[in-house]
């Protein structure tokens, strides 16, 4: 079983400081919910996570490994607010750059999880004529090929409706309960299961 500990997390943002003193446990099928108002810091805690920002204080570890071990690294699916799509490249191409990025991608996996994510026909459009719900879509598509233990996720609803979000919900539950854990920050209602909250 994998656990994520997170003890005396200390997160300063210039004169502001988000949280401090936070500590939490996180283990294998859990779904950890971060709320919390704008500008408390969930975007903040979740790229310290990922290891891409730094705390003031505090440590972070996957079963005991550190969160810039190569060991932790290679366990993290992180998945931010912004879109981070090239809009000269097509859906196909826009994941397959973004996923390849960690490894090397199995291009009938891709093509399946676009299926599954409910862009069906669009393989091959570029990404300036989707909408910003499809946009979200072409992102999270990299849930269904992640083999990651560890999903953190901001905001993954955003811009998505009702169709998009329950996808992703069932995509989450199926992840945690194969063994798997997710950490999401959110403004919406989410029915997953068995959820706990973190309020920042």
Same mark, same amino acid.
């Given at each position: 079983m994998s656990k994520l500990?997170?003890?005396?997390?200390?997160?300063?943002?210039?004169y502001n400081q988000l949280f401090s003193d936070l500590s939490f446990e996180v283990s294998s099928t859990n779904i950890l919910r971060i709320t919390g108002t704008n500008?408390?810091?969930?975007?903040?805690l979740l790229k310290i996570l990922a290891g891409l920002n730094t705390s003031e204080h505090g440590t972070v570890s996957l079963n005991e490994f550190d969160v810039n071990s190569n060991e932790y690294q290679q366990q993290i699916f992180y998945l931010g607010h912004s879109q981070a799509l090239s809009s000269e490249l097509s859906v196909i191409e826009n994941l397959?750059? /973004?996923?390849? *990025?960690?490894?090397?991608?199995? %291009?009938?996996? +891709?093509?399946?999880?676009i299926d599954r994510i409910g862009l069906k026909g669009y393989r091959d459009e570029?990404?300036?004529k989707?909408?910003?719900?499809?946009?979200?879509?072409?992102? /999270?598509?990299? *849930?269904?090929?992640?083999?990651? %233990?560890?999903? +953190?996720?901001?905001?993954?609803f955003t811009a998505l409706d009702g169709?998009?979000?329950?996808?992703?919900?069932?995509?989450?539950?199926?992840?945690c309960d194969d063994g798997g854990m997710c950490l999401f920050?959110?403004?919406?209602?989410s029915s997953l299961s068995g959820q706990k909250v973190l309020a920042l």
């Amino acid at each position: 079983m994998s656990k994520l500990i997170v003890t005396d997390l200390c997160c300063q943002r210039g004169y502001n400081q988000l949280f401090s003193d936070l500590s939490f446990e996180v283990s294998s099928t859990n779904i950890l919910r971060i709320t919390g108002t704008n500008g408390s810091g969930k975007t903040s805690l979740l790229k310290i996570l990922a290891g891409l920002n730094t705390s003031e204080h505090g440590t972070v570890s996957l079963n005991e490994f550190d969160v810039n071990s190569n060991e932790y690294q290679q366990q993290i699916f992180y998945l931010g607010h912004s879109q981070a799509l090239s809009s000269e490249l097509s859906v196909i191409e826009n994941l397959e750059f /973004l996923l390849s *990025l960690n490894k090397p991608i199995d %291009k009938e996996r +891709l093509n399946v999880a676009i299926d599954r994510i409910g862009l069906k026909g669009y393989r091959d459009e570029y990404c300036s004529k989707l909408s910003a719900g499809q946009k979200r879509r072409v992102i /999270l598509a990299g *849930l269904f090929i992640s083999s990651a %233990k560890v999903w +953190l996720l901001d905001e993954p609803f955003t811009a998505l409706d009702g169709d998009g979000i329950k996808i992703v919900e069932n995509i989450i539950q199926k992840h945690c309960d194969d063994g798997g854990m997710c950490l999401f920050t959110t403004h919406q209602d989410s029915s997953l299961s068995g959820q706990k909250v973190l309020a920042l």
